[in-house]
Nanobody, 126 residues
């Protein structure tokens, strides 16, 4: 089990950048796949990005591909989401999620992940 806490959200303008961080507790962080999801007001939570624990392979939603980059620092038990060229439609609460190595499921589905952070608000003004 890991506990997750996101940080780095805020209010920015269109075209600005933000870097979100997700700090994880637990000695086995390096064996967890990590993902970012987001939920806009009145909408369902949606997949944003993921990084695998072994290969480091990454996956992105089409809506953020080329603008967002997910990365991890296992020494710091932290996963990042670098967000560039932000748009108003990126406004949402962003959640960090962890998948332990014993579970399975598609990388974009919420129930694939076992642990979630409380979220951090990102607001992009036009």
């Amino acid at each position: 089990q890991v506990q997750l806490v996101e940080s780095g959200g805020g209010l920015v303008q269109t075209g600005d950048s933000l870097r979100l961080s997700c700090a994880a507790s637990g000695r086995t962080f390096s064996t967890y796949a990590m993902g970012w999801f987001r939920q806009a007001p009145g909408k369902e939570r949606e997949f944003v990005a993921r990084t695998n624990w072994g290969s480091g392979r990454t996956y992105y939603a089409d809506s953020v591909k080329g603008r967002f980059t997910i990365s991890r620092d296992n020494a710091k038990n932290t996963v990042y989401l670098q967000m560039n060229s932000l748009k108003p439609e990126d406004t949402a609460v962003y959640f960090c999620a962890a998948q332990n190595p014993y579970s399975s499921g598609h990388y974009s589905e919420m129930n694939t992940y076992n642990n979630w952070g409380p979220g951090t608000q990102v607001t992009v003004s036009s």
